[in-house]
């Protein structure tokens, strides 16, 4: 197939950029599969925003404990499941840390500098929350706040993926989480890029794959100053503060782009978790990289369908050959 077919949208929405890529279908019909994608994106909006006081998640922040919607429920659901897999290192609870640290608006309205902030505490054990499936009802515990951003941009992307698997092929991308299906561009296979953790313009690997989800976590885009101290996104559960360690961003492949999301943020916080069975069961492989721009590889599972390339280094996976 010829790179014309190949269809491609951006679009803003959930405080990142989202892309869709379609491959092989008429051009005609990529318009349909693109409003779509931008239509689901705004119910994600109204469920998941936690900068919106209208908002579902806003909502059951601010009253502690209600009936949700089954796709708000299905997210906290996972969410809780995903923190009992990692030991505690994905945690969803972590919306007043975060908030503490300075990240009280979207990113695009956030300061790059900031007054002191005040003194943070270990966010409370997910599995407090209680989540009744009758009537779907989720109480929080005192003092916690939900922050489902980076498992609901997993979800989103595999939703919509799903949606638009009759596509002979395709990808979607929401803020670092994607996932593929089908046929690409590059000999049947999609090549995703690994971004550099120093930004560059210069990708440090390849990732091939068919069919499967990719996402990082990563401490090279989503930073600012509070206080004098460089902070991020990634909250240490267990201290309340951004995460610290060498680790500056952890790349996970896996069946879906919502348990390579789990995973890479599992992972940055703990690397430790590398020899956790709960959670590595779930994925294929990752790549960490860390201050010194150096690479740590893994592979989970030999048999899964994907390959990694990095610079100068051994690739991972299978053959390219094994991936058809």
């Not at 109480?139 to 799903?162: C, H, N, S, T």
């Not at 990808?171 to 299906?181: L, Y």
């Not at 703990?270 to 960490?288: E, F, H, N």
Request: glycine share 10%; net charge negative; charged share 20%.
């Amino acid at each position: 197939m010829s790179s014309s077919q190949l269809h491609r949208h951006c679009f803003e929405a959930m405080g990142t950029e989202i892309e869709v890529l379609l491959f092989g279908g008429p051009a005609a019909s990529a318009g349909e599969a693109f409003g779509l994608a931008e239509s689901l994106a705004d119910e994600w909006t109204l469920t998941f925003s936690r900068f919106r006081a209208d908002s579902e998640l806003s909502l059951l922040n601010a009253n502690r404990e209600m009936s949700t919607s089954a796709r708000l429920f299905e997210a906290i659901d996972a969410a809780v499941e995903a923190a009992h897999i990692s030991d505690g290192a994905f945690n969803p609870l972590v919306l007043p840390a975060l908030t503490a640290a300075g990240y009280d608006r979207s990113f695009d309205s956030l300061p790059t500098r900031m007054p002191a902030t005040v003194k943070r505490s270990a966010v409370p054990d997910a599995g407090r929350m209680i989540l009744d499936r009758s009537d779907r009802r989720v109480r929080l515990p005192a003092a916690a706040g939900l922050d489902l951003g980076g498992i609901a941009k997993g979800l989103y992307v595999d939703e919509l993926a799903q949606r638009l698997g009759e596509w002979p092929g395709g990808i979607v991308s929401a803020g670092g989480d994607m996932r593929t299906w089908g046929e690409g561009p590059d000999d049947g296979i999609w090549a995703i890029g690994i971004e550099s953790a120093d930004r560059s313009e210069h990708d440090v690997g390849v990732v091939l794959l068919r069919d499967g989800g990719v996402a990082t976590s990563g401490i090279n885009r989503r930073v600012w100053q509070r206080n004098g101290m460089r902070m991020h996104h990634l909250i240490d559960p267990w201290t309340g503060s951004p995460a610290e360690g060498s680790t500056v961003a952890v790349t996970v492949i896996a069946p879906t782009a919502t348990a390579a999301e789990i995973a890479s943020t599992s992972l940055f916080i703990d690397p430790a978790l590398r020899s956790v069975p709960s959670l590595t069961g779930t994925i294929w492989g990752a790549i960490s990289i860390d201050g010194q721009l150096q690479h740590t590889c893994t592979c989970f599972n030999r048999e899964a369908p994907f390959n990694v390339y990095l610079k100068d280094q051994e690739s991972i996976g299978q053959t390219r050959g094994h991936l058809g």
